[in-house]
């Protein structure tokens, strides 16, 4: 599968290298010589110098052949043309524009009907949702959710006194009364897929799936408690506060404070919501915690455009007393690492969910959630199975997937959820997680019959 990727900033090289992972042939063209030669020294792919709406450079980029075109240039405009000529010029059966204006498609999007482009993914939009089932989750802990299921992943660091350390993995559900799996581990920064015989050690990152109620059980083992917040304070009246506060019901807004220090941003959010204290405010005078009792709030949201911002206010605000914070990271997801040390809860990478957005789509039609582990060497996707796939009748034991992934969780056609042992027999319907090794994605899709939408397209 042939992808062409255009724009070598941070969201192209981080798709390009999942993408690479996966054994995809991929080639990044940019107008900058120095993001090409960037580029092509951190992803094992071919990258040129050209425009994205130059016909012959994108000739010259391969695109006359490619099975999919994805935009991610900082330029609405720029993504919108290209995409277009891709589709029109280069009959590409699979286009991808990465869109933040809303005068392009408003607050509800407008699907494929926009030149004929197959995806428009919005990078604000899709941050603001995440961060809005983060807070419904009630827990800020990298928890991680999927679209068909209530299977909840989540990370667990194993400390010096932890349950699980020294323990094998096969034994560790036996030690805690909880319905869950251990389906990656992280050690010394790299990441596999354990086996029932490997042992946990100190320092280790565990990733779990569990169903929902098991949740408080297996936190608790470890020292940690869930909460829902009920008073939500928001620093930043940015695009992605506005996407948040539309998807969050107008009953709690009264229990929101929005602070920002631009009078004029402030004055339009307060029209847009009348039931939400906007505060127009320094965040960095220490003085706006007193005067408005931030210590009493169950979650400070940090929103604001300044990544830098962000992460001091969120780790002050732990210190202060608020209960949970989190972080937007817009710029640099290097500072993701930094969240254990910094005491905040959650640091969420607008570059990283956009990517997941956009891997998702490219997987196929069947898969409705994906998400990266440990720097992307670890995938957790959800699909469904369909009646004409092969695996439909088979039991897990009989699904060799060489130590390389795992199913990890089923979700029923009636909406029952469970751990699946080896002795389930996989139903047309049933909704699969699959935790796998980045490394081998492709025969882990190929084993479970999981196709792109390019591929689909083009058959």
Do not use: W
């Amino acid at each position: 599968m042939k992808i062409v990727i255009l724009g070598a900033g941070r969201r192209g090289v981080r798709l390009a290298k999942h993408l690479t992972e996966e054994n995809k042939d991929v080639i990044i063209i940019d107008e900058d010589i120095e993001d090409v030669n960037n580029a092509m020294a951190k992803v094992d792919c071919l990258a040129v110098k050209g425009s994205g709406t130059s016909l012959e450079d994108l000739s010259d980029a391969g695109l006359a052949d490619a099975d999919a075109f994805v935009a991610l240039t900082g330029s609405d405009e720029t993504n919108l043309v290209s995409c277009g000529i891709a589709a029109s010029e280069f009959k590409v059966p699979l286009t991808i524009a990465s869109i933040r204006n809303l005068t392009y498609t408003g607050y509800n999007g407008v699907g494929n009907s926009l030149m004929g482009i197959s995806h428009i993914v919005n990078p604000t939009q899709e941050v603001a949702q995440y961060i809005y089932q983060d807070v419904e989750r009630g827990i800020y802990s990298d928890i991680i959710s999927f679209e068909n299921s209530s299977l909840l992943l989540y990370n667990v660091y194993v400390e010096k006194e932890s349950p699980y350390a020294n323990q094998m993995v096969k034994e560790l559900r036996k030690n805690i009364n909880a319905n869950f799996i251990i389906a990656a581990l992280q050690r010394n920064g790299v990441a596999l897929v354990p086996s029932g015989d490997t042992v946990v050690r100190t320092g280790d990152t565990l990733s779990l799936v569990a169903q929902e109620e098991s949740v408080e059980n297996i936190l608790s083992s470890v020292g940690r408690k869930s909460m829902k917040a009920t008073r939500i304070a928001i620093v930043g009246a940015t695009q992605v506060a506005d996407f948040l506060l539309r998807s969050i019901p107008q009953y709690q807004h009264r229990d929101i404070v929005l602070i920002d220090m631009n009078r004029e941003v402030c004055e339009k959010m307060a029209i847009s919501y009348p039931n939400i204290l906007v505060l127009n405010a320094d965040i960095t005078n220490e003085t706006v915690f007193d005067e408005e009792n931030l210590g009493n709030y169950d979650l400070m949201l940090c929103l604001t455009n300044n990544d830098e911002l962000n992460i001091i206010t969120a780790s002050y605000a732990k210190h202060f007393g608020i209960k949970n914070s989190l972080a937007l990271v817009n710029q640099n997801p290097n500072y993701i690492r930094m969240a254990s040390h910094l005491n905040i809860d959650s640091i969420i990478s607008t570059q990283d969910v956009t990517v997941d957005s956009l891997m998702r789509f490219m997987h196929g039609q069947n898969v409705s959630s994906i998400h990266s582990l440990f720097d992307g060497q670890i995938e957790a996707f959800e699909f469904e199975v369909t009646d004409d796939n092969p695996i439909v009748g088979l039991a897990l034991k009989d699904i060799d997937m060489r130590g390389k992934g795992i199913i990890a969780g089923v979700t029923k056609k009636d909406g029952k959820t469970l751990i699946p042992g080896g002795l389930y027999v996989i139903h047309e319907g049933d909704v699969l997680i699959t935790v796998i090794e980045r490394k081998s994605v492709d025969f882990i899709q190929n084993l479970l019959h999981v196709s792109s939408k390019a591929e689909k397209k083009k058959d």
